[in-house]
């Protein structure tokens, strides 16, 4: 069985401007017990698909290939940062997305629909674009994550040219996940 998730990842220049932002959470939040995601790490998720067996990746990629054919390469900006579900009550800390955030919405929904034609359970959370940062295992006070977000630039980190999209595997491990890629679909390629 392999853990799978189809995901964006980010061209090295906005990986490394998202970890400067992240360092400066790490001042903000030291002393709490959080474990940040790796520079290396940090990526989009589109869509987890969870534990799959080898007819469970095969249909996977064909999904993937059949969105990848369909769709043109395109560019999104990484800005904003925030928490889920909420800033009182934060367990997640990410990097937002700017306009145009409709094409990544696009891609996320023509891959459920593929997936879902080929006997995928459906996904019940509505996707929501973000590059997560943190996982937070006790919600710091309110307080501190108001200051620390209030704190953040609001600037562009990045912008971001995607033209491909890649299903990875994660592999769990008590030092943090290690993400390996299975197969990258470069868009428009049909
Ligand atoms: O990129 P993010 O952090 O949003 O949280 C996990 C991560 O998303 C998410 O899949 C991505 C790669 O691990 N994930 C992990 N378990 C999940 C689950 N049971 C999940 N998403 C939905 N359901």
Do not use: C
């Not at 290396?40 to 064909?62: C, V, Y």
């Not at 593929?114 to 959370?125: I, N, T």
């Amino acid at each position: 069985m392999m853990r799978l998730f189809f995901a964006v990842l980010l061209d090295e220049h906005t990986r490394g401007r998202v970890a400067l932002v992240q360092e400066a959470m790490k001042r903000a939040l030291a002393g709490q017990r959080i474990s940040w995601v790796k520079q290396e790490n940090l990526h989009l998720t589109l869509r987890f698909l969870g534990e799959q067996d080898e007819k469970g990746l095969r249909q996977a990629i064909e999904a993937g290939q059949t969105v990848a054919r369909e769709r043109q390469t395109f560019r999104f900006v990484v800005q904003g940062a925030g928490a889920f579900p909420d800033l009182r009550r934060a367990r997640v800390l990410w990097v937002g997305v700017e306009e145009p955030v409709e094409p990544l919405y696009y891609l996320a929904h023509q891959l459920e629909k593929e997936l879902r034609q080929r006997g995928f359970p459906p996904e019940d959370k509505p996707f929501r674009s973000h590059i997560t940062l943190a996982r937070i295992k006790e919600p710091p006070p309110a307080q501190v994550m108001q200051k620390l977000i209030e704190s953040l630039p609001n600037e562009p980190l990045g912008s971001v040219e995607v033209r491909s999209f890649v299903l990875m595997q994660s592999v769990l491990n008590p030092n943090g996940s290690l993400y390996t890629p299975v197969q990258e679909f470069p868009l428009g390629a049909g």
